[in-house]
């Protein structure tokens, strides 16, 4: 058996949560594979909504089990608050959710540290979640992280104290004023409950699950134009987004990967700072915003709204090697006489496919326009019975990316989801 990957083709908040929860019932093993409590998956069900930061989306459903891999960062604070949120009996949890020993922990002074560097940058401000996750990752890379298999070592407290204490001089340096021990009490607690659950080599258990014929769903945080190689950098997360990922952050061999499902928002979003060719800076983007609910699911920023930009789509299925797209929030483009879609960038008077590596030059969305439908679609669950001029736009974005789409998405519930 082998891995699909579901991952984010955009900014983040393609609506993965939601896909990854529906698509559950037919995986054996759930396992988010980089980022950490920057994310935000919303899913819905029985009219309840659930927004998880770091557990995978696959927790609600019982006899799966859900994997938080080494490429994840982890803040066993979060991680404490999210448990307690869940409503389901930690006893349930600790069967359903496993922990790898590799996956770095976010410390108290790694969050002080993001909020420090962000306010040094001034205007050049990355727009951060403030969740630690670029120190964390730094941590990581120059070898100097704590990592949740360390909380069982006898002298974990020292360890501890060791990066908790150069991080403080670095924040001396850095003028920034925190008190800790408020931070300090409820990471501690979070070790503790960390020390319930199965925390292991968690390479060994996906892998040997694949060789007994195991289905594995592998979830991606955040998205494609985020990624620290292939987003804009440097406004983009501290982690690989991408396909690649996968491997890296679970510990399988590309030969494991079978699917790789790409996911979209009908339209386009982004939170936090970064170029934006299609960003609409007028009324349809205040109304994008209001129909699509547009507020980050982890901070509750406005998120900014554009137009969908086929150059970057296809860019991040060329990165990702993208074999099937899932559409979503094909509902919030209800209402709109004409839906534009940006289909090549005007660069120096020139129509180009490829993103310009400037973060600042001047980017001229060129617009196709194809007319858009009015009826309310949020009750359809046929593909068939779909408005046309939806099925059009989802037809003219196959023939321009060439890959199909296989979801169609028409609201937040789980069961809002239409296959082809
Ligand atoms: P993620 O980070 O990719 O999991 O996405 P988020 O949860 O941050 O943001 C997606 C938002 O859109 C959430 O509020 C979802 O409940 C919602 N959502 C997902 N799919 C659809 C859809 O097809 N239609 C509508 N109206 N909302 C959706
Ligand atoms: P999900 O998984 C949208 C953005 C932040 C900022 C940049 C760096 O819900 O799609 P970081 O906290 O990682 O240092 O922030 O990345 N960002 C996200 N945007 N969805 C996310 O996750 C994001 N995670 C980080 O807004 O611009
Ligand atoms: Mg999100």
Redesign the pocket.
Same mark, same amino acid.
């Given at each position: 058996m082998k891995i699909d990957i579901l991952l984010?083709l955009q900014?983040?908040?393609?609506g993965?949560g939601k896909i990854v929860d529906a698509l559950s019932p037919d995986y054996d093993i759930i396992a988010r594979f980089q980022?950490g409590p920057?994310?935000?998956?919303s899913l819905e069900f029985n009219n309840i909504k659930h927004i998880l930061h770091l557990i995978p989306s696959g927790i609600f459903h019982p006899g799966k089990i859900n994997i938080i891999g080494n490429g994840v960062v982890l803040d066993p604070a979060v991680f404490r608050q999210e448990i307690d949120n869940l409503g389901i009996p930690l006893e349930e949890l600790t069967k359903r959710l496993v922990i790898s020993s590799r996956a770095n922990l976010i410390l108290p002074t790694h969050r002080m540290l993001?909020a420090a560097y962000e306010q040094k940058k001034g205007h050049l401000k &990355? #727009?951060?979640?403030?969740?630690g &996750? #670029?120190p964390t990752y730094t941590d990581k890379t120059s070898r100097n992280g704590l990592r949740a298999g360390d909380i069982m070592l006898k002298d974990f407290r020292q360890m501890y104290e060791g990066l908790s204490s150069g991080h403080l001089e670095l924040l001396r340096q850095l003028e920034y004023e925190s008190d800790i021990s408020k931070y300090e009490k409820d990471w501690f607690a979070g070790i503790d409950l960390l020390k319930k659950f199965r925390v292991e080599n968690t390479e060994y258990l996906i892998n040997d699950m694949l060789s007994a014929g195991r289905k594995v769903l592998a979830e991606g945080?955040?998205?494609t134009m985020?990624d620290l190689d292939f987003g804009s950098y440097p406004?983009?997360?501290?982690s690989n987004t991408i396909s690649a990922g996968a491997c890296t952050g679970l510990g399988v061999s590309p030969k494991t990967i079978d699917e790789i499902f790409g996911i979209f928002k009908a339209y386009c979003t982004?939170?936090?700072?970064?170029p934006f060719p299609t960003e609409l800076n007028d009324e349809t983007g205040e109304l994008l915003r209001k129909k699509g609910s547009e507020f980050?699911?982890?901070?509750g920023r406005p998120r900014r709204c554009g137009w969908l930009d086929l150059p970057a789509l296809r860019y991040a299925i060329m990165i990702n090697g993208v074999t099937r797209l899932f559409m979503m929030k094909s509902d919030i483009l209800s209402g709109f006489s004409t839906i534009k879609v940006c289909s090549s960038y005007r660069v120096n008077g020139q129509d180009v496919d490829q993103r310009p590596y400037d973060n600042n030059a001047a980017i001229e969305p060129v617009y196709t326009e194809l007319p858009g439908w009015q009826e309310d679609i949020t009750g359809i669950r046929k593909y068939n019975e779909l408005p046309l001029n939806l099925r059009n736009y989802v037809e003219f974005i196959e023939k321009q990316t060439g890959i199909p789409i296989t979801i169609v998405s028409v609201g937040p519930d789980r069961n809002s989801t239409i296959f082809r």
């Open positions: 984010g900014w983040g908040d393609e993965k980022g920057n994310a935000g998956h993001d &990355i #727009g951060s979640t403030l969740k &996750i #670029g945080a955040q998205g985020l406004y983009v997360t501290s982004r939170v936090g700072s970064g980050g699911a982890t901070t």
